[in-house]
Nanobody, 117 residues
Framework: VQLQASGGGVGQAGGSLRLSCAAS????????MGWYRQAPGKLRELVAT???????NYADSLKGRFTISRDNRENTVYLQMNSLKPEDTAVYYC????????????WGQGTQVTVSS
């Protein structure tokens, strides 16, 4: 599985950014897609996931501000981030978890998001 993330950068507090992650070399319907993030000095944490059927799961602290979606025809997952806060500053990692045997998880290269106050 190859995951190519894009869309990171610098945003203003209160503004919006959108991340994209394109997956290749996969049977996309067999994967849960998602995003994690890692801030400096902190552990990597879940942001959101979405199944091939559209079921979503969010970190409680991000519900209402972040929206995850996927386009199964384009093998792409998106993360719309609204009402950005400086504490959203982190490296955001796209991930794909295969749900059929053999199961495994793949990670993208990470994209930096910096929110200025």
């Amino acid at each position: 599985v190859q995951l190519q993330a894009s869309g990171g950068g610098v945003g203003q507090a209160g503004g919006s950014l959108r991340l994209s992650c394109a997956a290749s070399r996969v049977a996309y319907s067999n994967f849960i897609m998602g995003w994690y993030r890692q801030a400096p000095g902190k552990l990597r944490e879940l942001v959101a996931t979405v199944s091939s059927g559209g079921t979503t799961n969010y970190a409680d602290s991000l519900k209402g501000r972040f929206t995850i979606s996927r386009d199964n025809r384009e093998n792409t997952v998106y993360l719309q981030m609204n009402s950005l806060k400086p504490e959203d500053t982190a490296v955001y990692y796209c991930y794909a978890r295969r749900t059929v045997t053999p199961t495994f998880t793949s990670w993208g290269q990470g994209t930096q998001v910096t929110v200025s106050s």
